[in-house]
């Protein structure tokens, strides 16, 4: 009965479908025909921003888009070009024609063109691949203001549209009355008519599937209460004695300190591999531009306040080369025909994304200091005045951290603070340093050389900094002793409890006992160390080491007690016939569990699989894209292009073409 209902109900929702749905192609109107013109080939931009070879522009017009068009280039440092034809010819089709053209002109990655087949009823809207406005905002472009303003015959209307909608957010989609009536004349297909088909098709194969699972059904159902009735009799007659259960050990409590720290948190997902070329590939760009600007102003440098300041500069551009060298030649290794593993994938363009992070420090590091550098050049009186007092300061904390290191001495003895009485030597000598620089930039700001005064002014502020940071290392050691000092108490005492329990507990003499002998040793040593720090660490590692050895007994313990459990759990024997119906029906409730278990368990390995196979497709396909664009940057790399009429935001040799999508209208 339940089959014939979900029956009719499948032939209803399929009839409701068909017959609701408006699917008349023959109801749309017939399009008359017209002669073709003859198409236009690809051609060669001019100095203006507009080419009308469609001749559907008046002068007028033509003057306003070329206006609105480099007020753009002004505002916003993006080019676009209006090219309209009557249609498109070698090729036919709009992208490949507008991105045609706009390499045959050698347009760059701030640069755009709009071209449109007034009688071909077709456009597209080219832009550059690494360009600042995203696919899915072209798309919008053409969808929501180009389409509707073609739809209408305005021409003018459509390239302002694109000017805009380059320049400003998007506007929230305005449907014109054209628009509407030519929606309502078109042939609709709804997804119910393709779900009707769907069904209507492959009803007979359901109905045949559907008898076939009744009747497996039924067959199984018989063979389980078969086996439920032998397992009745076998389990009424067969008598087995009853176990008790061992009594558990009692539980070892470790003190809350001393307990093991619960496992880290699981690693992080990781990024997929489409997101991370993407990153690398953009790192790459912006680390190449940075290293061959980095590279322009260590010479400015070098000219201006000499080569002997521009060292460290010379150092860290180097690195940066080599470093981007390295990152250069990974990214040819994943875009050659040599087919890669997803791991190596992973590896090498993460290491890319590192390389070029630690490149693009080395120089923005060395960069800034010299605008600070130029920043003292250019106000080099005021900011003399301000390094002295600097110098100054730091030079009167030098005392009161000799103070603090003879306090320190003598609490905890010269040997722990050795390296602090280092330290405050290598302060004095900065100081000294620093009023040596001052004396020099005196010199310099009296001689009119200010890069010489600019210098030695930055060096002596670098000195006072250096021994400010030496002489504070005075106090941040008391801070440690201090607080070591107060954790020595309270460490004892959790390794004279772990001692009182490892001494309590009978299995695994042999261990325990000179762990806990080890650990007394330790606690008697701790009182009378006159160092704090080495104390607590000797503590720390007899605790350690006693926290594992106990829970090395707790974990014996709670294997014996599972396995007693496991044994005392033993099914208890039936002895009425009404106990055996239900114990044979749990035992299948059990089988069907376990069945749905494992039913479960195959599918998810199958999904596991499927999803790893469309990863490894997705891979495959991502790999061919970054080859056939590093082929175009390649060829594209032979040529040297100049792009015309290139504006304040152009730029040459643009790094392949994208756009949203073009359309009909």
């Known amino acids: 009965m339940r089959t014939l209902v979900l029956i009719g109900l499948l032939l209803l929702t399929a009839y409701v479908t068909v017959t609701g749905s ?14 073709a013109s003859a198409g236009q080939v690809p051609l060669e931009l001019g100095t203006g921003r507009v080419a009308d070879l469609a001749g559907v522009l008046s002068a007028e017009q033509v003057t306003e888009i070329d206006a609105a068009s480099r007020k753009l280039s002004s505002d916003e440092h993006l080019d676009v070009w209006i090219v309209l034809v009557d249609r498109f010819a070698e090729p036919e089709d709009a992208q490949q024609w507008a991105d045609a053209v706009a390499e045959k002109n050698g347009l760059g990655p701030q640069q755009y063109l709009l071209a449109i087949a007034t009688e071909g009823r077709t456009f597209f809207l080219s832009a550059p691949s690494l360009g600042r406005v995203s696919d899915s905002r072209l798309l919008e472009i053409e969808r929501r203001l180009i389409a509707p303003q073609l739809t209408e015959g305005d021409f003018t209307g459509a390239a302002l549209a694109t000017f805009s909608g380059l320049s400003e957010p998007m506007p929230a989609p305005t449907p014109t009355a054209s628009t509407a009536t030519a929606t309502a004349d078109k042939t609709i297909i709804t997804p119910g008519i393709v779900v009707a088909v769907i069904i209507l098709v492959s009803l007979p194969f359901l109905l045949v599937a559907l008898l076939i699972w009744i009747l497996i059904r039924r067959r199984r159902a018989s063979r389980a209460l078969s086996a439920a009735r032998a397992a009745t009799v076998i389990t009424a007659t067969t008598p087995a004695p009853a176990q008790v259960p061992a009594p558990a050990p009692a539980p070892i409590r470790l003190p809350a300190s001393a307990q093991t720290p619960p496992a880290s948190a699981p690693p992080p997902v990781l990024r997929p591999i489409a997101d991370l070329g993407r990153d690398a590939d953009s790192a790459l760009v912006t680390t190449d531009d940075a290293v061959r600007m980095a590279d322009q102003d260590l010479g400015f440098a070098a000219a201006q306040y000499g080569d002997s300041s521009v060292g460290d500069f010379t150092e860290a551009l180097a690195r940066a080369k080599r470093n981007l060298a390295e990152a250069f030649t990974l990214k040819q290794k994943l875009t050659d025909e040599t087919p890669d593993t997803e791991q190596e994938i992973r590896e090498w363009t993460t290491r890319i994304l590192a390389l070029c992070a630690t490149a693009m420090a080395d120089v ?33 904390r030098i005392p009161a951290a000799g103070a603090e290191l003879d306090r320190l001495r003598a609490r905890y003895g010269a040997s722990v603070l050795a390296e602090a009485g280092n330290n405050l030597s290598r302060a004095g000598a900065l100081i000294a340093a620093a009023h040596t620089e001052l004396e020099s930039a005196e010199s310099g700001t009296a001689r009119g050389d200010s890069a010489a005064a600019a210098l030695a002014i930055q060096r002596a502020q670098k000195a006072a900094g250096q021994a400010t940071t030496l002489a504070s290392t005075i106090s941040t050691r008391a801070g440690e002793l201090a607080e070591a000092a107060s954790r020595v108490l309270s460490q004892s005492m959790i390794l004279a409890q772990l001692i009182t329990i490892a001494r309590g507990i009978p299995e695994n003499v042999n261990v325990l006992t000179p762990l806990a002998s080890l650990a007394e040793q330790t606690v008697a040593l701790a009182r009378t160390d006159a160092n704090p720090l080495r104390a607590l660490d000797k503590l720390r590692e007899a605790s350690a080491a006693l926290t594992h050895a106990i829970e090395d007994v707790q974990r014996s313990r709670a294997e014996s007690a599972e396995a007693a459990a496991g044994f005392a759990a033993a099914p208890a024997v039936p002895t009425t016939p009404e106990d055996a119906k239900l114990q044979a029906r749990a035992a299948k409730d059990l089988a069907r569990a376990q069945k ?44 040297s292009r100049r792009p015309r009429d290139s504006g304040s935001g152009s730029s040459s040799g643009g790094r392949g073409r994208s756009g949203g999508g073009g359309g009909r209208f």
Not at 366 to 374: D, N, V
Not at 380 to 396: D, H, I, K, M, P
């Open 22 to 35: 408006p699917l008349s192609a023959s109801a749309a109107p017939a399009e008359t025909d017209t002669p």
């Open 364 to 396: 923005q590091a060395q960069q800034q200091g010299f605008a600070a550098l130029r920043r003292i050049e250019a106000d080099a009186g005021a900011l003399l005045a301000s390094a002295r007092e600097e110098v100054l300061l730091a030079e009167t």
């Open 596 to 639: 749905a278990e494992a039913r479960r368990a195959r599918i998810a390995r199958e999904n596991v699989a499927r999803a790893e196979r469309d990863q490894i497709r997705a891979i495959e396909r991502a790999r061919e894209l970054e080859r056939e664009q590093a082929r175009q940057r390649r060829a594209e790399r032979t040529e």
